[in-house]
Structures are given as structure tokens and as C-alpha cells.
């Protein structure tokens, strides 16, 4: 191979390439997290609907895609190893456009988030933090198993879930909203665990300490399971005690069926990690609405 056939000769990133790098599929989290503190407030809606959307947009597209090209561009030596197709490492999106999608992407968010007021701002400032600090270096929090994905989890489940609680309430959240948001993203650390399975050959090199790399593949998703089951028993609880014994048993009916598919989860680690993230994962996301639904009822 000559060496002129290492350098690419691409200008501009494709449009394909762009939208792969911004990850569409991982939107939804925040998005629906967002849509459970705008549920959870306990706020009409009649009126408000812009800030409902906007915020929507905020969540998904813009703030979590500008964390995905940001990551991306960080992990760029990492994903030549795990995932060589992917738009950096394949020349799709050629030089540093990676960083300046992610640069103009994060602008983009604070300019949407001046528009939801200060709380909304607020939380805008605080989720384009995150996102460079779980990435970027120095500080690359990725590298941990442990602070890693519970920043994310925070970051994707209780940080818009608070803000959507917070813009359409135009103050701050309530305590119960708080301490379930919490909770909610707490156990999003678990979902973030089983993310890194499939990083696991290039995470090893490139001395990323993965839950999966520093456990092994068995310890890792026992730890992830009791990290995704443990806060929603908290929440089940709660929710009994502050008399909302129908939302209770229904986030435990769900439960159960994650219980269920966590054992056939943990025959097979590494080879049913992303099955799970496809079933169990939208059950522990279901009950986060039956949980907004009661937090509005309280209200």
C-alpha cells in the first residue's frame, strides 16, 4: 500500500456520514426523559406546547447528537479498532469536520437552550459539561467504569427529565420529581454498562476501564443488572409509601419482566448485551412514565 493511499482524499463529510455520526437512535432516551419531567410537573400543557417541543428537539437531536459527534471525535483511535466503518475512521467524515460538527452542534444547543429560560438554559450549560467531560480530555471520564456511564446516566435520564419538570413548572422541580429522576438515572448506569460490551477489544487497548474490561463479561453484567433492578425496587417502595400502590405494582410488573430476561442476559454476556438493550431496556423506560404519571397525580 503506498503511503498517498493512508491519506484521504475526501473534502467534505457525506450527508450520510453526518447523520450516522449524531446517532438518531440514541435520541430517544433524553427525549422521552424530557417528555416524563413535562408529565411529572404536573404543569397544563394548553399554551405551552413550543416549550414542550423545543424541548424535545433540545434533548434529542441537538444536545445528545453534539455528545455523540463529541465522542465520536474523541474516540476516533478507539472506534479504528472496534468499529473501523464508522463516518471518522472511514473517511466518510474527513480531517477534523468530526470536531467541528461537534463544536457548531454544541453552540447550537446553548443558542436552543437560551430560548426555554433560565432553568432551561441552566441545564443546557450543565448537559454540553457533561458531555465534553465524559469525551474530551483531560478529563475523560469515559475511561472509568464507573463515573463514565453514571454520568451518562444522569446526563440522559435524570438532568431532562428535571429540566422538562423545571421549564414547564417555570421553577424548580418538586423534591418527589427530584429524588425519582435521581433514582432513574442512577439505574441508567446499568444500561450504560452493557453499552460498553461491545467496545470491549478496543476499550482493552486503548486502556479504557470498562466495567466490562476491568470485571470481565460475567461480573460486569451481574453488576450492571443489580445497578438497573436495585433503584427501581426503591422506587416501587416509595411510591407505596406515598400512596400510589397502581403505579407501584405496575413499575413491578415490569421488574419482573426484566428479571426474566436479565437471566437469559447473563447465559451469554457479550452476545446478548445488545438483545437486551433492545427488550429490557424499554421496559425499565416504560416504567419511568408510569412513574412521571404518578409523580402528576401527587400534584
Request: proline share 7%.
Amino acid at each position: 500500500m503506498a503511503a498517498s493511499d493512508l491519506i484521504p482524499t475526501r473534502k467534505l463529510p457525506e450527508p450520510s456520514a453526518l447523520l450516522r455520526l449524531i446517532k438518531p437512535i440514541t435520541w430517544f432516551p433524553p427525549m422521552w426523559a424530557y417528555v416524563c419531567g413535562v408529565i411529572a410537573s404536573g404543569a397544563a400543557l394548553s399554551g405551552q406546547w413550543a416549550l414542550v417541543i423545543l424541548g424535545i428537539i433540545l434533548a434529542g437531536p441537538i444536545v445528545c447528537g453534539m455528545s455523540q459527534a463529541a465522542n465520536d471525535w474523541c474516540d476516533r483511535h478507539v472506534d479504528a479498532i472496534n468499529e473501523p466503518d464508522r463516518p471518522i475512521p472511514s473517511g466518510r467524515i474527513p480531517g477534523r469536520w468530526g470536531l467541528w460538527v461537534a463544536w457548531a452542534m454544541t453552540a447550537l444547543s446553548l443558542l436552543v437552550g437560551w430560548q426555554l429560560g433560565p432553568w432551561g438554559f441552566g441545564a443546557t450549560v450543565l448537559g454540553v459539561l457533561a458531555a465534553w467531560a465524559y469525551s474530551a480530555e483531560p478529563v475523560r471520564l469515559k475511561r472509568s467504569g464507573w463515573w463514565g456511564p453514571g454520568l451518562v446516566g444522569l446526563s440522559y435520564e435524570t438532568l431532562p427529565w428535571l429540566t422538562g419538570a423545571a421549564v414547564l413548572s417555570a421553577g424548580a422541580p418538586a423534591g418527589e420529581t427530584i429524588l425519582i429522576a435521581i433514582l432513574y438515572g442512577l439505574g441508567a448506569h446499568g444500561i450504560m454498562t452493557l453499552n460498553d460490551f461491545k467496545a470491549l477489544e478496543g476499550d482493552a487497548q486503548m486502556g479504557v476501564s470498562s466495567l466490562p474490561v476491568t470485571l470481565g463479561p460475567e461480573r460486569a453484567a451481574k453488576v450492571a443488572c443489580w445497578g438497573m433492578a436495585l433503584p427501581q425496587v426503591a422506587v416501587i417502595v416509595i411510591l407505596t409509601l406515598w400512596d400510589r400502590p397502581f403505579h407501584a405494582l405496575a413499575i413491578a410488573a415490569l421488574l419482573v419482566a426484566q428479571v426474566a430476561a436479565m437471566r437469559v442476559l447473563l447465559r451469554d454476556p457479550e452476545g446478548r448485551a445488545p438483545w437486551y438493550n433492545g427488550t429490557g431496556v424499554m421496559l425499565y423506560v416504560s416504567g419511568m412514565m408510569i412513574a412521571a404519571f404518578a409523580l402528576r397525580g401527587l400534584g
